[in-house]
């Protein structure tokens, strides 16, 4: 934690004052209407905490065999929920809604990238999850195996998903835009005996290669634990074949039965594990559980999106991030809900591609994240033909925003351009390793203040506290922790539970709290949350999660390169922009060499990360501001990719001539 050298300081919370209260309308047909409503199920919680989950997670899931213990807290940070019960959850996702009248209703409507669109009923993708699950279940894949999918946006990566679920394989899912040294390395730390993947992948038009990024990825080695690549195709390109090790998706699955019993696992059974980046080292696998993770999903599709029979629900997200597997693969069809899968980008053909989406598919609840509706803010201003106020949106009654703050104006924008001012806004604060919401607005209660998440949903203990766990009084920037475990939290990081406690329960805030890595405010008048940004080395480019560390040790990784410091500074549409100080083994560029270094170096990280990691900029000096005892100074880089004017001490600096040359671009 190093709460000194952050943000905390420099922002001290939104200024903003105006509030927007749901209308009397929606209020009157939420699930949870009215603020009296949510209070109670607040008061509920600090009454009785354990019975108040007991009571959810009998109401909201199918359990095989009951639970008769909520919270085990024996063995914390470590905590248990729901651990005597059995549960399996493809069936409370599928089978649930073949006997409650849904069997026949559309489950999911994938939109193409070319536009294009099929469904499949609850009953349809019933049987072909079974047929998926039989099919692995044929190649020896098993309860307790890890399964790393490698795919693009699809209704057979949805049941790839709920496939490994059904069997009791833990799925990692790895987001199709990272690269083959990216894969291998989640391969490599998940132990994982199959690859799912897909021949290529559409994205605005064009086909991008998936599995020979696979075979790429095995071609490094020590991946001897995977014995099945099983590829879907998708587009039919050409793509190598290894015969035994590979196996098509449709031919495995072509004889297999459309029935699959379900394997019954236990509550804490790991569901998936999905990598995120954390301020050191390697990507931190983060374990998740099967009962209370479903809980959360089934929950805040009800709290949070307050999801109807009749809505058409669309979460923009991809099923490589948290938001993917909670509101795009779990979520809607634990509810039973109708959703939309989407293959394409927002921009292609041109940028009224989600707009033109909703007004086909008549959605009714739209979440997206900040930095797309900055982008299409941008377009719009630039096309005017692209605007929302061209497109039908009147099916739209509530919309959300999720992955990094949003800012009062684009949050005014969204509300008036494409809600019409008549669709609430939920701000849903939350992360990788909280399986859900944790802070957000309830639609029919909560009245909304434009770049605020507002409260936390009932149940979740969220505080704000300094850098010794003590309380700070509302009005003052601190650090944000949940005091007490929810059931849909990380469980453990694979692999590496001394990472767990010493990353997320701190003994510097008494071991007991959960450090989400966020500093916070809540206003002096609302009580209200809003978040100020990460603590800790995290940047977030366009809602994605990076690990400074993570980029710089790429760097280092290229043979030119001596010494690299990654930070982030704010940018207008992405949020946050990665900048990059490098030292070279040679002399410093300039000029045209430093172009044409800057842009190698770009590639190269795009390479042994993925594109979303490559820095915006590249600054190269002869060496990096640093202490007297060799530790770089990135508060005063952070000044220098601002543009800004240091006017903080250097006295400790060992160098202070080095910083006008890291002034501008080389
Ligand atoms: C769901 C997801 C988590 C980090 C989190 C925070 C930022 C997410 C936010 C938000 C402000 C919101 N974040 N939602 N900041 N307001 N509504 O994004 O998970 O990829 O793990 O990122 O994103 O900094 O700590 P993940």
Redesign the pocket.
């Given at each position: 934690m190093a709460a000194t050298d952050t943000n905390l300081q420099e922002n001290q919370g939104s200024h903003e004052s105006r509030v927007f209260a749901p209308s009397a309308e929606f209020v009157a047909k939420a699930t949870i209407s009215g603020m009296p409503a949510y209070e109670k199920l607040c008061a509920e919680a600090a009454a009785d905490y354990e019975g108040f989950w007991a009571r959810l997670a009998r109401e909201n899931l199918d359990w095989q065999k009951p639970f008769t213990t909520t919270l085990d807290e024996s063995d914390a940070p470590f905590y248990k929920w729901f651990a005597d019960g059995q549960l399996n959850a493809s069936y409370n996702c599928l089978d649930r809604n073949l006997t409650n009248g849904n069997a026949d209703k559309t489950a999911i409507i994938f939109e193409a990238d070319d536009g294009q669109s099929t469904r499949a009923t609850y009953r349809e993708l019933h049987e072909r999850v079974c047929k998926f699950a039989n099919g692995l279940r044929s190649r020896g894949i098993q309860k307790g195996d890890r399964v790393i999918i490698y795919m693009s946006m699809s209704i057979e990566a949805v049941a790839a998903m709920q496939a490994c679920a059904r069997i009791g394989a833990t799925h990692s899912v790895v987001f199709g835009g990272f690269s083959a040294k990216s894969l291998h390395e989640r391969i490599i730390d998940a132990g994982a005996v199959a690859v799912i993947t897909a021949d290529e992948q559409r994205r605005g038009g064009k086909s991008l290669p998936l599995k020979a990024i696979v075979d790429e990825a095995l071609a490094l080695g020590g991946c001897e634990t995977i014995r099945n690549v099983i590829v879907y195709q998708r587009t039919g390109g050409n793509i190598d074949f290894t015969e035994g090790l590979d196996v098509w998706l449709h031919e495995l699955v072509a004889k297999q039965p459309a029935e699959c019993e379900p394997e019954w696992v236990g509550a804490e059974h790991p569901l998936f594990i999905l990598y995120?980046s954390g301020s050191t080292g390697t990507p931190k696998g983060v374990q998740h559980s099967t009962g209370g993770y479903l809980l959360w999903c089934a929950l805040t599709m009800k709290w949070t999106f307050d999801i109807k029979p009749d809505d058409v629900f669309w979460c923009t997200a991809d099923i490589g991030?948290?938001?993917g597997h909670s509101y795009i693969t779990y979520g809607p069809l634990l509810v039973g809900g109708t959703e939309i899968v989407f293959e394409g980008i927002p921009t292609f053909p041109n940028a009224g591609r989600f707009w033109d989406t909703i007004a086909k598919h008549k959605v009714s609840i739209f979440y997206t994240a900040p930095t797309a509706i900055r982008s299409l803010i941008k377009a719009a201003d630039v096309d005017p033909s692209v605007h929302p106020k061209n497109y039908d949106l009147s099916s739209l009654r509530l919309l959300g925003?999720?992955?990094?703050?949003?800012n009062p104006e684009a949050w005014m924008w969204y509300y008036n351009n494409v809600g019409g001012g008549r669709c609430p806004v939920v701000?849903?604060?939350?992360?990788?390793?909280?399986g859900g919401h944790m802070?957000?607005p309830l639609p029919g209660a909560t009245p909304m203040v434009p770049g605020s998440?507002t409260l936390p949903l009932p149940g979740i203990m969220a505080a704000i506290v300094d850098e010794a766990g003590a309380d700070v009084a509302n009005g003052q920037g601190g650090i944000l922790v949940v005091k007490r475990p929810w059931p849909s939290m990380i469980r453990t990081i694979w692999n590496n539970p001394e990472r767990f406690k010493a990353s997320y329960f701190p003994d510097e805030l008494g071991g007991k709290y959960y450090l989400?890595?966020?500093g916070a405010i809540r206003n002096s008048d609302t009580t209200y949350f809003t978040?100020t940004?990460?603590i800790d080395d995290?940047l977030?480019v366009s809602?994605?999660?990076m690990g400074t560390m993570e980029i710089e040790s790429a760097l280092v990784a290229n043979p030119l390169v001596a010494e690299a410091a990654v930070v982030g500074r704010p940018d207008e549409t992405t949020g946050e922009s990665i900048c990059a100080f490098v030292v070279l083994k040679q002399a410093r560029p300039t000029g045209e060499e430093a172009k044409k270094l800057a842009t190698e170096l770009r590639n190269w990280v795009a390479k042994e990360i993925g594109p979303i990691a490559k820095p915006k900029e590249i600054r190269f000096g002869d060496n990096l501001p640093k202490t007297r005892s060799g530790k770089i100074m990135r508060r005063l880089l952070r000044v220098l990719a601002k543009g800004e004017t240091i006017t903080q001490d250097i006295s400790t600096l060992e160098n202070p001539a080095i910083l006008d040359q890291l002034k501008e671009a080389s």
């Open positions: 995120t991030w948290v938001t925003s999720v992955g990094e703050p949003i701000d849903t604060f939350w992360q990788t390793e909280t802070i957000t998440c989400a890595g966020d978040i940004g990460r995290v977030n809602g994605h999660r």
